[in-house]
């Protein structure tokens, strides 16, 4: 199906969006924005895995590709450019998450975990290493103790003239830290955002919390008029994110929409709108409920999509959709374990490509050619730089000359200004806290086809090519010495130029000596 087709197929879902509109005194189209800066939007969806979505990222139709239904982000990767081999820069949420907003790595920022209260390291106990001394409480918008300060992105796009947006799950500071609040943060609206890294129920009889009284950790506030109408946490989200477009446009002003789904992450719950489809098809009930979440998302984008529609938007809109780690696999999920992301070895919390490998996908009408495809590697480093630029922030030289991640605006574009083989590393120098493939303290780096991993545990290196062995079975360390000493050597450079803390040594409570320099022979 073409995208214009794809577009008039989306025009069926508008009647209700319309009615809200109508509601809020905003109806018709309006393109008032300035037409020199495109609207932006960012779907950040949580945990959501490789192959979570019905596009295929391989040359043919996986498994999983097949179970979910998500025709909108079909439509979408129809209307733009899919990433085969896009990456989340952590193997958990809030470094992937901060990493977007300040465009440094979380080997730099030193936020190489999850984030909750002030002060507290979430790091599970391991017995052969300890963590370092990371800055638990993630980023701040002002100088404090274990948390980081830099230029940020919803910053730095309202001082170049944009409304920004906030929907969703936030996790970029700890409870009790300036850096919990979006609107500390450059956001000039907030809708749902919090220290919280889950919800404590997408259900609204639930009133979005793990508990009957209010005030617990997890609470999505902001929410109350949905309590007890049966509209899924999903829903309530997208349709705040619409009137929230509705006011940005009545400003003048461009949009930058950063919407953070706090799907699929868990509690795994059923999405009644959805789960009958895949109770039918045989699924597990939790791999059933999983899917409903899924598919709960696509409807959420699309609803955003045929509301952009509808204003005018689409044209002057740059959509990007992605997610902030690998799927679930340790846990929760059907058994067995840790094969939830086949053929990638693994999932969240791990090293391995099940861990980090995540769909993304970007639409630009006019801008970005419709069905392309990109097997370039990038990763979440190169939003920051790709967003200043698409944005005409004046000085993004300057913000960006010391940062690793580069501007995608090229390659969206279908230049090949960026080399596959640039290196792209990994750093997590922590436990998660389940047993699984991968899932200890590692340092990783891929150029080209091949990645290199370093686990500090037993102080080993694998290599794989990830051309021939996307499921990381075969290590080539030995019959690769030769490429396994230069990913080696880029490795250390790019650790030593991040100023990456290592784990300690529990018995000096001294940092471990950086991965050691292979030889080739």
């Known amino acids: 199906m073409c995208p214009t087709m794809l577009r008039v197929k989306r025009q069926l879902t508008i009647i209700g969006t319309a009615l809200v509109t109508l509601a809020c005194g905003l109806s018709g189209p309006a393109t008032s924005t300035d037409p020199a800066k495109p609207n932006i939007i960012v779907f950040l969806v949580d945990d959501l895995g490789w192959q979570d979505i019905a596009v295929p990222l391989t040359e043919v139709?996986?498994?999983?590709?097949?179970?979910?239904?998500?025709?909108?982000?079909?439509?979408?990767?129809?209307?733009?450019?899919?990433?085969?081999?896009?990456?989340?820069?952590?193997?958990?949420?809030?470094?992937?998450?901060?990493?977007?907003?300040?465009?440094?790595?979380?080997?730099?920022?030193?936020?190489?975990?999850?984030?909750?209260?002030?002060?507290?390291?979430?790091?599970?106990?391991?017995?052969?290493?300890?963590?370092?001394?990371?800055?638990?409480?993630?980023?701040?918008?002002?100088?404090?103790?274990?948390?980081?300060?830099?230029?940020?992105?919803?910053?730095?796009?309202?001082?170049?003239?944009?409304?920004t947006i906030h929907v969703g799950k936030a996790h970029w500071g700890a409870v009790g830290t300036p850096g919990a609040d979006?609107?500390?943060?450059?956001?000039?609206?907030?809708?749902?955002?919090?220290?919280?890294?889950?919800?404590?129920?997408?259900?609204?009889?639930?009133?979005?919390?793990?508990?009957?009284?209010?005030?617990r950790f997890r609470d999505v506030p902001g929410l109350d008029k949905y309590y007890n109408t049966g509209t899924f946490l999903t829903e309530a989200l997208t349709l705040e994110a619409n009137q929230a477009i509705d006011n940005a446009v009545a400003t003048g002003r461009p949009v930058f929409l950063h919407f953070?789904?706090?799907?699929?992450?868990?509690?795994?719950?059923?999405?009644?709108?959805?789960?009958?489809?895949?109770?039918?098809?045989?699924?597990?009930?939790?791999?059933?409920?999983?899917?409903?979440?899924?598919?709960?998302?696509?409807?959420?984008?699309?609803?955003?999509l045929a509301h952009l529609d509808h204003r005018g938007l689409t044209d002057n809109t740059l959509v990007i959709y992605m997610s902030d780690n690998g799927g679930l696999a340790a846990h929760t999920r059907a058994a067995p374990v840790h094969v939830q992301n086949a053929p990638l070895r693994s999932g969240k919390g791990s090293g391995y490509e099940g861990g980090i490998r995540v769909p993304m996908i970007a639409r630009w009408p006019g801008h970005v050619p419709a069905g392309s495809v990109s097997h370039v590697p990038t990763i979440t480093d190169d939003i920051f730089p790709t967003l200043?630029?698409?944005?005409?922030?004046?000085?993004?030289?300057?913000?960006?000359?010391?940062?690793?991640?580069?501007?995608?605006?090229?390659?969206?574009?279908?230049?090949?200004d960026i080399s596959p083989d640039r290196p792209l590393l990994w750093h997590y120098p922590h436990f998660w806290g389940v047993e699984g493939p991968g899932i200890e303290p590692f340092s990783a780096l891929r150029s080209g086809r091949f990645k290199l991993l370093f686990f500090y545990t037993d102080r080993r290196y694998e290599l794989y090519d990830l051309d021939t062995d996307l499921g990381e079975t075969v290590n080539l360390l030995s019959s690769h010495p030769a490429d396994a000493a230069r990913l080696s050597g880029m490795m250390r450079v790019a650790l030593e130029r991040a100023g990456a803390q290592l784990p300690l040594d529990p018995e000096t409570r001294e940092a471990v000596e950086l991965p050691p320099l292979l030889t080739g022979r």
């Open 182 to 215: 979006p609107l500390a943060l450059g956001f000039d609206v907030n809708i749902g955002g919090t220290a919280a890294g889950q919800p404590g129920s997408y259900l609204s009889e639930q009133h979005y919390s793990s508990g009957t009284e209010q005030g």
């Open 61 to 163: 139709p996986t498994a999983f590709n097949l179970r979910y239904r998500t025709p909108n982000i079909t439509a979408l990767a129809a209307e733009g450019m899919k990433f085969t081999d896009h990456y989340a820069a952590a193997p958990v949420c809030t470094p992937t998450r901060t990493t977007l907003i300040t465009g440094h790595s979380p080997a730099a920022t030193h936020i190489t975990n999850w984030t909750q209260r002030e002060g507290q390291d979430t790091s599970a106990p391991y017995p052969l290493l300890l963590p370092p001394g990371w800055n638990v409480n993630g980023v701040s918008p002002s100088p404090m103790d274990h948390a980081f300060t830099s230029p940020l992105l919803p910053v730095l796009l309202r001082e170049a003239g944009y409304h």
């Open 388 to 416: 200043l630029e698409v944005a005409g922030v004046l000085n993004r030289d300057a913000l960006t000359a010391d940062l690793v991640g580069r501007s995608l605006q090229g390659l969206l574009g279908g230049a090949d």
């Open 260 to 304: 953070a789904h706090f799907a699929v992450h868990t509690p795994i719950e059923a999405d009644d709108r959805f789960m009958q489809h895949y109770l039918d098809m045989g699924l597990p009930p939790v791999e059933a409920r999983y899917a409903s979440l899924i598919e709960g998302v696509d409807k959420s984008v699309g609803d955003v």
